[in-house]
């Protein structure tokens, strides 16, 4: 049976009876003495309004760095968390679930002071707080994967990212490739309809090229400790290694050999940009890379 790809909005179960948080956080950075939000920041806030359901708590957090005055940077980060919750209240009627508080300053760590200050730490945190849910509830609507034929007229349109899945079978072995094209759902591992004609071709390669063999690996972004995320449909803090896994099932399923693939997650570990500034920045840490491994 050939494999479905599969797309849908998340949406959350009615509340349970006893209330067992599961949380999500997202990050939010800021210039230095910046509190008003930027466009980057409200187009994450506006995909963020879709997941507050009325059993949704919302806690936002301010915090700045060390530079200037701890006084004013504890009203700097007040300020930051409350025009976050603001926005939010614009966009969901359900204000009562939103709470926000600055948090101040984060000190200098023991590395020397900087005169750009720490851009990690000029930051809102929005924490997602819902009751544990026993199975992700999911719809899963089709998305129809292009034919061959319109496949090879869409790479007219996009030379640069077939160039690169072309020249796979050029490169030596160890040599690794980075696609941030191809392009995931926030928090989950089902591909976006726009990114679905790259892993086709990247299947095409593969038929064309029987001894060509690959490791899939799957990364994420807004994460700065290493660690993985939270992957909405299976619950467990695996998403990027359910995004590589997306990848390999849909190429075994159209008859590419297991044998000449392999898959692993690598969570936050290689972020390509750091530390996330903008919509872009996160784009680009959230990609898969494919490592030649045999030819």
């Not at 009325?54 to 806690?59: E, F, Q, S």
């Not at 750009?116 to 992700?136: M, Q, S």
């Not at 750091?274 to 959230?286: A, F, G, L, T, V």
Request: include cysteine; aromatic fraction near 10%; charged fraction near 25%.
């Amino acid at each position: 049976m050939k494999f479905k790809l599969i797309f849908c909005l998340f949406f959350l179960a009615k509340a349970l009876p006893s209330w067992s948080c599961q949380r999500d956080t997202i990050r939010l950075f800021y210039d230095i003495n910046q509190k008003e939000l930027t466009p980057a920041h409200k187009v994450t806030l506006d995909s963020l309004s879709r997941f507050i359901k009325d059993t949704t708590v919302v806690k936002i957090h301010g915090f700045a760095d060390y530079l200037g005055k701890r006084d004013s940077n504890f009203t700097l980060s007040t300020a930051r968390a409350d025009l976050v919750k603001a926005y939010l209240q614009k966009l969901h009627s359900k204000s009562e679930r939103l709470f926000a508080n600055g948090k101040g300053q984060i000190d200098a760590s023991t590395k020397a002071h900087s005169a750009i200050g720490d851009p990690f730490n000029r930051r809102v945190e929005i924490i997602f707080a819902r009751p544990a849910l026993p199975k992700p509830a999911l719809k899963k609507p089709i998305i129809i994967v292009p034919r061959s034929r319109d496949t090879a007229r869409l790479t007219k349109k996009n030379d640069s990212v077939y160039t690169r899945i072309n020249n796979i079978g050029g490169r030596n072995v160890g040599d690794s490739i980075s696609f941030s094209e191809l392009t995931f759902q926030p928090g989950r591992h089902f591909l976006r309809p726009s990114a679905v004609r790259y892993m086709v071709a990247l299947k095409e390669l593969l038929k064309a090229h029987p001894n060509l063999k690959i490791e899939i690996q799957g990364h994420i972004c807004c994460q700065y400790n290493g660690k993985d995320g939270e992957d909405f449909d299976t619950r467990k803090f695996e998403l990027s290694l359910t995004r590589a896994k997306f990848i390999y099932d849909y190429l075994v399923s159209e008859g590419i050999s297991p044998n000449r693939l392999t898959y692993k997650g690598l969570g936050s570990k290689e972020p390509k940009v750091y530390p996330e500034m903008s919509s872009i920045d996160q784009d680009q840490n959230r990609r898969v890379v494919i490592v030649l491994t045999g030819k």
